[in-house]
């Protein structure tokens, strides 16, 4: 089953309206699958600061 999108717009005074009209989606290829999220490269991971 194809993937498919719509882009809307929404405005407090008319509501929301399609600025595009429906378009399939097409696959660019295979995802690599892994079992975690990788290490954090931000220095504040490193450094232990927070927010």
Do not use: N, W
Request: charged fraction near 20%; include cysteine.
């Amino acid at each position: 089953m194809p993937m498919t999108s719509k882009m809307y717009e929404v405005d407090r005074y008319a509501g929301a309206r399609a600025v595009r009209e429906e378009q399939q989606a097409v696959a660019l290829g295979t995802v690599e699958t892994i079992g975690c999220y990788p290490v954090c490269q931000s220095p504040r991971c490193f450094t232990g600061a927070s927010s």
